[in-house]
């Protein structure tokens, strides 16, 4: 077998070869649509819903506040230490918080978001109880924080003591505590709740079930709820995702088991010295590998043939 056998068919496949990189269209990197939405966040000292009845009136009037209340985005800090409301008892003001410390602060970005109230040395009044606090706390805190790509965290707490409608008073986490003062009221004292999910967290310090009825200052009863130190967030989407093509791995022919590749005088394969006579260029590898391929095959079936042809009786 001449050396023609070999060339004719590395030329068909580099022509081959030429048209399959002509075909194949390049990977572009075109980059990734880059960030997420920001998170948000909200703190508040103190959040009141009322309802005050009037003796010598027959309508309910809804009283709503809250105090140093803030959100974000954008970085939100209030530290008001009074609440009052107008009109409902005899006309005169009702100073519904008194604090030395009232705080509340939110952020948020495109990382993280948090928020925190802080509340301390705390007085909580009700309209009808001028002279005795619904509640009064040492200190109060709740935290949220939710960072993007992590378990959001919430935490609060009731530290030193607690008096309710006068009487000193011990919470559990076991469940509500209730303070009950014949001929003035009773309140219901819900410690330290925090919740969070995959992407959002709160967390509430004190909540208060109100139901007061002392008959005095034009006011029949009051009912309600108020919360002290509530803190929660949502963590932020977190970069989107990239829309890169993957890239394409480079392939290269499989080495075909016992057949060593020839080399020229020089150190070069003998395929790709033969190719470099013809000019190949960057596909040289492929057409290289193809060819010692063929003579592989082409070996196999000439010993095959040549057995074939063998005189019986040899």
């Not at 068909?12 to 990189?21: F, K, P, T, Y």
């Not at 559990?172 to 995959?198: F, K, M, Y």
């Not at 005088?265 to 395929?271: I, R, S, V």
């Amino acid at each position: 077998m001449n050396s023609n056998t070999f060339r004719m068919p590395a030329a068909a496949l580099l022509a081959a070869g030429a048209v399959a990189l002509l075909a194949a269209p390049p990977a572009l990197a075109t980059g990734g649509t880059g960030g997420g939405g920001e998170g948000s966040s909200g703190a508040v000292v103190l959040r009141a819903g009322l309802d005050v009845s009037l003796l010598n009136k027959t309508v309910n009037v809804p009283l709503k506040t809250s105090l140093n209340e803030v959100s974000a985005p954008q970085t939100a800090q209030k530290t008001a230490l009074t609440v009052t409301l107008d009109g409902v008892e005899q006309g005169q003001p009702v100073s519904i918080l008194k604090a030395d410390v009232a705080t509340s602060k939110a952020t948020a970005d495109k990382n993280r978001a948090e928020a925190e109230a802080n509340l301390a040395k705390a007085r909580v009044h009700v309209p009808g109880l001028p002279g005795l606090s619904l509640i009064e706390v040492e200190k109060v805190t709740s935290k949220a924080v939710c960072e993007a790509g992590k378990k959001p965290v919430a935490t609060s707490n009731v530290l030193g003591s607690v008096t309710a409608l006068g009487k000193r008073t011990t919470l559990s986490a076991a469940g509500p505590t209730v303070v009950d003062v014949p001929g003035v009221g009773s309140v219901t004292l819900q410690l330290s709740a925090t919740e969070t999910t995959s992407t959002t967290a709160a967390a509430t310090a004190l909540r208060l079930k109100v139901a007061v009825n002392p008959a005095k200052l034009n006011v029949a009863e009051v009912d309600g709820e108020i919360v002290l130190a509530e803190a929660h967030c949502t963590a932020p989407a977190g970069p989107a995702p990239s829309t890169e093509p993957a890239a394409k791995p480079e392939t290269t022919p499989a080495a075909v088991a016992g057949v060593k590749p020839q080399t020229a005088p020089g150190g070069k394969p003998a395929a790709q010295a033969n190719l470099a006579e013809t000019g190949a260029g960057s596909v040289t590898p492929y057409v290289a590998g193809g060819a010692l391929l063929l003579l592989g095959i082409g070996g196999g079936a000439l010993v095959v043939t040549r057995r074939g042809k063998a005189p019986q009786g040899s």
